[in-house]
Antibody, heavy 119, light 107 residues
Framework: EVQLVESGGGLVKPGGSLRLSCAAS????????VNWVRQAPGKGLEWVSY????????YYADSVKGRFTISRDNARNEVYLQMESLRAEDTAVYYC????????????WGQGTLVTVSP | DIQMTQSPSSLSASVGDRVTITCRAS??????LAWFQQKPGKAPKSLIY???SLQSGVPSKFSGSGSGTDFTLTINSLQPEDFATYYC?????????FGQGTRVEIK
């Protein structure tokens, strides 16, 4: 069974850090790119970051550039999102989603992990 | 950045209705468009990729069309389980951008 499981969310103070993990099972994550997408409470979906299968290509939304770092460990079948200098506006559920290269297809999402940035 | 504009923002429909949601890109994106369904408290679910290709396991009552800047998602014979929020996303370039969502409610 294909699964993506996010972990690492929680409550953090403004200016703090968190590392999210996205663990894959039931398939070989190294064959896929991975996106992080977030959703603030009551809001729509916001794309955050992407890492290609071999980590050659990495992209960030302007809202997180310079504060978030995406990485992957294909041996562990995991992708990470290191989040620094967190702000209240980073409060959201964070989802990872796998992406096929061709045809371009974001076909499977994890269940999400909640990050709350609050004093 | 490419802006994605969905319309309407919300709609009310009855069971059995046919519903159409539109998504417009601020510049041409070929057919690099996906549609997702999200129910309250749940993760998004992929419905369509490549503007018109159905994800495996998605019922054929969902269909997508369009190319360039204008796209549509059609849901035939609306059922109770189809009441949800639907998002489009362009996969043409980075940053990837989503439409603001269309909430489909029961009339």
């Amino acid at each position: 069974e294909v699964q993506l499981v996010e972990s690492g969310g929680g409550l953090v103070k403004p200016g703090g850090s968190l590392r999210l993990s996205c663990a894959a099972s039931g398939f070989t994550l190294s064959n896929y790119g991975v996106n992080w997408v977030r959703q603030a409470p009551g809001k729509g979906l916001e794309w955050v970051s992407y890492i290609s299968s071999s980590a050659i290509y990495i992209y960030y939304a302007d809202s997180v550039k310079g504060r978030f770092t995406i990485s992957r460990d294909n041996a562990r079948n995991e992708v990470y999102l290191q989040m620094e200098s967190l702000r209240a506006e980073d409060t959201a559920v964070y989802y990872c989603a796998r992406e096929e290269v061709w045809p371009i297809n974001v076909d499977f999402w994890g269940q999400g992990t909640l990050v709350t940035v609050s004093p | 950045d490419i802006q994605m504009t969905q319309s309407p923002s919300s709609l009310s429909a009855s069971v059995g209705d046919r519903v159409t949601i539109t998504c417009r890109a601020s510049q041409a994106i070929s057919n690099h468009l996906a549609w997702f369904q999200q129910k309250p408290g749940k993760a998004p679910k992929s419905l369509i990729y490549g503007a018109s290709s159905l994800q495996s396991g998605v019922p054929s009552k969902f269909s997508g069309s369009g190319s360039g800047t204008d796209f549509t998602l059609t849901i035939n014979s609306l059922q109770p389980e189809d009441f949800a929020t639907y998002y489009c996303q362009q996969l043409h370039t980075f940053p990837r951008t989503f439409g603001q969502g269309t909430r489909v409610e029961i009339k």
